[in-house]
């Protein structure tokens, strides 16, 4: 059964460009809802191609007031490597930690790190904004190469000292070929983008030149955030559909909600 989404053309078939772990999760969620999925692997993540900085700064991490953590990706290489340290875990005293989303939060306390704060939107922007002045304002943020270089400078507007450091690295999958479209996409009426690396990665990989407008035109665009909707837009997408809050469940949700409003007609 198809599913009628924001007034547009119905939806069955749904494109998903996370990494490998990520495509599985998201798959079995959106088969859960009616939905059937089409993974296209379009990112992995690395360690970063020199730790010594961010090595530095865990070896130091009672020096800071606030550990910032802005995805459950960044949660996982950040244990991975205080195990590979031999740095404790948890620890008592500095410093406090922030997460970006109940993802993140769960992803670190499952490694054993107490987290004292989320901001109440899944947004960098609204953690700057939100992240408590009284404990101190010595930084240190753990992150993807390809983070947004505004959210470190909206703290430091807000009177934080920040210390920005990659703790992953975002890298393209191979595609299927320089001049040649993806066949799995042929008949996918959706695809969902959880990041703008996705988008990037997508298009140039997975999507010659030549029939890129057919695909921006074609495909409804579902992005986690607005974030990844400007990046989706940017590429040409011109229809774009941003669940309010922005994480991976109220996503499927959305596409959910659309299914059995389709199947009760």
């Not at 010595?138 to 990659?166: H, I, S």
Request: charged share 25%.
């Amino acid at each position: 059964m198809k599913a009628q989404v924001a007034g547009s053309r119905k939806v069955t078939k749904v494109v998903i460009t996370r990494s490998r772990k990520g495509n599985a999760e998201l798959a079995r969620s959106l088969r859960a809802v009616g939905l059937e999925p089409i993974p296209v692997d379009t990112i992995e993540f690395l360690p970063p191609e020199d730790w010594s900085s961010v090595d530095a700064s865990l070896r130091a991490l009672g020096e800071f007031d606030w550990l910032l953590i802005t995805s459950p990706t960044g949660a996982e290489f950040f244990a991975r490597r205080m195990r590979e340290l031999s740095l404790a875990v948890p620890w008592s005293g500095k410093p406090a930690v922030a997460a970006v989303g109940e993802k993140t939060s769960a992803a670190l306390q499952r490694a054993g790190t107490k987290v004292d704060f989320v901001p109440t939107q899944y947004l960098t922007r609204v953690l700057a904004e939100q992240l408590p002045r009284g404990r101190g304002n010595r930084l240190l943020v753990l992150r993807a190469d390809v983070g947004d270089p505004e959210f470190a400078a909206a703290l430091e507007r807000g009177g934080f000292r920040v210390t920005d450091l990659t703790i992953y690295r975002t890298s393209p999958v191979a595609g299927v070929g320089e001049g040649a479209t993806d066949p799995a996409l042929g008949d996918a009426d959706a695809i969902v983008f959880a990041s703008p690396s996705a988008v990037e990665a997508f298009m140039r990989r997975h999507v010659p030149a030549s029939a890129a407008s057919e695909m921006t035109n074609r495909l409804l665009a579902v992005c986690i955030g607005p974030v990844t909707a400007k990046a989706a837009r940017d590429r040409g997408f011109a229809r774009i559909l941003t669940p309010k809050t922005h994480t991976i469940e109220s996503l499927v949700q959305e596409l959910g909600k659309a299914t059995a409003r389709r199947e009760a007609e």
